[in-house]
């Protein structure tokens, strides 16, 4: 039995009974294929014995999906010494039918973070085709594909990697490998992670003063100033909130209407509950 998969340089070994070669010299056109799949030709015939000779066949990658049954070879008279033309036995050659990849995405999380992650996953197996793009794609909602977010994974290798980035501070996100051949796209099993909770907690800007960020200190406040228009003229990390206390280690919360002084503090606290002292 001849396979699609191995068909280039495949040999079929003729036996010839009650008929000899004319001589060792073979020529090659006169043996034809019967019933070959397209693409599927003769490269070399090899003399081995009076009654023996090997066959070469040459394949030029043309797709065929159905199994032929009944590939046969014809020797032509001219080869034979009482010259009448054989042909040989029903031979097969088993078709290799062409599918989507098959892709596994990592049962747990590479890397996370609060707004990139890592996560894995395999091609582990071709579908018959050249793998064309792989990687991995995600959603806040289930079921995600390559029509969502996805990072494409150029490394050559069945091994798929993605570098997810642009994610949102603690948040559900919904993930999957995925690869893609000529017959289309497959994903691996469906995985969830929740990203991190922020632990941005800075003053990133103000109009009252300038910011230290170094020293964590607000500088050149212009007084007097209430606390309301100090709380006015900050703005602080995403997902962060803020406080002004009167005293290091936030013990009191000073008033709206208190006057600024050196001794006031500003607390962030960020979405993961860590602070940061101003």
């Not at 043309?62 to 009482?82: H, Q, R, Y």
């Amino acid at each position: 039995t001849l396979e699609e998969t191995t068909l280039n340089t495949a040999t079929i070994a003729l036996t010839l009974s009650g008929e000899t070669f004319l001589d060792v010299t073979l020529d090659k056109v006169n043996f034809t294929l019967n019933n070959a799949p397209t693409g599927v030709t003769i490269s070399a015939v090899a003399y081995n014995s009076a009654t023996s000779a090997t066959v070469t066949l040459a394949y030029d990658g043309t797709d065929f999906d159905a199994t032929v049954n009944n590939l046969t070879v014809t020797i032509a008279g001219v080869e034979l010494t009482i010259g009448g033309p054989l042909t040989t036995n029903n031979l097969t050659i088993t078709a290799l039918v062409e599918v989507v990849p098959t892709v596994t995405t990592d049962a747990a999380i590479t890397t996370n973070g609060s707004t990139t992650a890592t996560w894995g996953g395999a091609v582990t197996a071709d579908g018959g085709e050249l793998v064309t793009e792989k990687g991995i794609c995600w959603s806040l909602a289930a079921n995600p594909t390559t029509t969502d977010s996805k990072v494409v994974d150029a490394a050559v290798g069945t091994t798929i990697t993605g570098n997810l980035t642009g994610l949102t501070p603690f948040t559900l996100y919904y993930v999957k490998a995925y690869a893609t051949n000529l017959l289309g796209t497959s994903y691996g099993a469906e995985r969830t992670f929740t990203t991190l909770k922020s632990s941005a907690k800075a003053i990133t800007a103000t109009t009252i003063g300038t910011i230290d960020e170094p020293n964590k200190k607000i500088l050149n406040v212009p007084g007097p100033k209430t606390v309301t228009e100090l709380k006015a003229a900050i703005t602080v990390s995403p997902l962060a909130t803020f406080e002004v206390y009167t005293a290091a280690g936030g013990s009191t919360v000073a008033t709206g209407t208190s006057l600024v002084n050196s001794l006031y503090v500003v607390k962030v606290t960020a979405q993961d509950a860590t602070t940061q002292e101003y």
